[in-house]
């Protein structure tokens, strides 16, 4: 996100976290600070490939708490970020920034690569496979989730959409604890469709 009104506006629902795209070949890059940053639903920012160093600065700028990777960042990259910001995964009471390494996911076998960022992380992203490094706004089978044996809990991307509520509520992992909802809700991007996201959200939160 990064219209200072459409954030107020969308923070107001409820939401737990909000991204901040720091990709200057996305459609949505922030590429000026907004006058409004939500102060209750947590900051995401999203990088890919990016410098540990330039990531550092950008979050100190924006006081990001979770820092997203979209890329082909390594483990041995990620242990740069962590040496330079004290990043907590899976400690309680250590205090930093959060990590979070999205993958692309089409087979069971594709769950293989998060092998190695086990331990590293404190959440992974499962996205749909397709051309971009970046979210490609089609879902892929969850059917196949059912492969992944991990210990790191993941975030479910890909397409989401209004007409997919029923089928989150249905959906269940145990190591399944939350979802991402961008381009089926946007009226532009970077813009999201308040009225479409409340009536989204008040059908997620309905236990009937």
């Known amino acids: ?30 590429g000026e600070r907004p006058s409004y940053l939500p102060v209750h639903a947590k900051r995401v920012g999203v990088f890919v490939d990016e410098d ?10 924006y006081q990001l708490d979770f820092i997203q990777l979209h890329g082909h960042e390594s483990p041995e990259m990620l242990n740069r970020l962590s040496a330079l910001h004290p ?23 594709d769950f293989e690569q998060t092998k ?14 397709g051309k971009s490094l970046g979210g490609n ?7 196949v989730l059912d492969a992944y044996q991990g210990n790191t809990p ?22 399944f604890v939350g979802t991402d909802l961008n381009s089926r809700f946007e009226t532009a991007p970077g813009m999201k469709d308040v009225q479409s996201l409340r009536n989204f959200l008040i059908k997620i939160r309905n236990n009937e």
């Open 154 to 175: 993941f975030i479910l991307s890909g397409g989401i959409g209004p007409s997919d509520a029923e089928c989150l509520k249905a959906f269940h992992h145990p190591r």
């Open 52 to 61: 540990p160093e330039h990531i550092c600065r950008i979050a100190d700028e």
């Open 1 to 30: 996100m990064r219209d200072a009104e459409n954030i107020r506006q969308v923070e107001a629902l409820g939401v737990d976290m909000m991204g901040f795209i720091f990709w200057p070949q996305s459609s949505r890059y922030v």
């Open 116 to 129: 190695p960022y086990e331990g590293i992380v404190d959440y992974f992203l499962f996205d749909t496979k």
């Open 137 to 143: 706004g089609e879902k892929f089978d969850w059917n």
């Open 87 to 109: 990043y907590s995964p899976h400690r309680e009471g250590v205090r930093g920034r959060l990590l979070i390494k999205a993958f692309n996911i089409a087979t069971a076998d």
